[in-house]
């Protein structure tokens, strides 16, 4: 299959203008206006998504995960560097119920198919615990560019769910994101480890974007980005995030004594999945990239909750 977005090359590569559309389809849960703020900036947020006792329901689960010693040892958790908490919990709609649920809500799937314009399968989900005081950050990156690199996404039809469960301000390590670095593949090098995922979901080295590509993006490389510079958005727990699989985001370390935690679906068209890994050896687990996937269709909606 052609890759039209090389990556994890042997000399600097410039950027490349994304081939997509960033909405393929039409009416649903977002506005216009909505649907407009997300094309335009590559993210957009929602207040109020969750009521207070649904985020509750959640947090006790993680909890409970974090309080069971042998939890830690499963393939799917990621712990913090150095620490023996708990810093991901992956393929979480698979482990609980709840979770499970919570991707088929009927709100998630009508958005989904506002943005990719087909049905939809979870290509990933993640809990994402960062612990008070110790919590690490992530580095600079696409996750289209893991995707497509180290599983096989082959174009930028995908899009990622961010629920917050704790509130995310600016001192305890919230996301940070580029506006309108969406329209814009930036090929990363440095070839791919094997087995790159056991060091990388801990601290990315590969896979990371050049520092003059950070700077001409966060400067504004065309006059479809809105505001040029790096969004913070700091939203009380219950709040909704959808960012764009190719949108470029990090997050600092949590020195603050409140956790941040947010739970991660993503969603991909059901024509975009995996391939043969672009530039890896071989595709990384199940757990991490769906490659037998089920459509989530309109029956498959369910209300979960109204905020």
């Excluded at 620490?83 to 919570?102: G, N, P």
């Excluded at 065309?222 to 727990?237: R, T």
Aim: charge should be neutral; aromatic fraction near 10%; hydrophobic fraction near 35%.
């Amino acid at each position: 299959m052609q890759d039209f977005y090389p990556t994890r090359t042997s000399s600097p590569q410039p950027m490349i203008k994304r081939r997509e559309p960033i909405i393929h389809g039409g009416a649903g849960f977002l506005s216009q206006q909505q649907l407009q703020r997300y094309e335009r900036d590559g993210f957009l947020v929602i207040e109020d998504f969750l009521p207070p006792s649904e985020t509750q329901q959640f947090l006790r689960d993680l909890d409970a995960y974090q309080q069971d010693s042998t939890f830690i040892q499963r393939p799917e958790v990621i712990a913090e560097p150095n620490e023996q908490s708990i810093r991901s919990i992956f393929a979480i709609h698979t482990l609980s119920e709840r979770f499970k649920t919570l991707v088929r809500d009927q709100r998630l799937l009508s958005l989904a198919r506002q943005i990719t314009g087909d049905d939809v399968y979870v290509h990933q989900s993640r809990l994402n615990d960062k612990p008070a005081f110790v919590g690490k950050g992530f580095n600079w990156h696409s996750d289209f560019e893991t995707w497509h690199a180290e599983d096989g996404m082959p174009a930028m039809r995908a899009f990622s769910v961010s629920i917050m469960l704790t509130d995310n301000q600016p001192h305890n390590g919230p996301l940070m994101l580029i506006p309108g670095s969406h329209r814009w593949f930036v090929p990363t090098m440095g070839k791919t480890p094997a087995n790159n995922w056991q060091t990388s979901l801990k601290n990315q080295q590969i896979g990371v974007p050049d520092a003059e590509s950070l700077r001409e993006l966060t400067a504004g490389v065309d006059s479809e980005q809105a505001v040029p510079g790096v969004h913070v958005p700091s939203s009380k727990a219950g709040s909704l995030l959808i960012f764009d699989c190719n949108v470029l985001h990090a997050s600092s370390d949590n020195l603050s004594p409140w956790p941040r935690r947010n739970l991660f679906f993503v969603y991909n068209s059901i024509h975009n999945r995996l391939q043969a890994p672009f530039a890896a050896d071989r595709p990384r687990p199940e757990y991490l990239a769906t490659r037998e996937p089920v459509a989530l269709r309109a029956a498959d909606a369910r209300s979960v909750t109204k905020a």
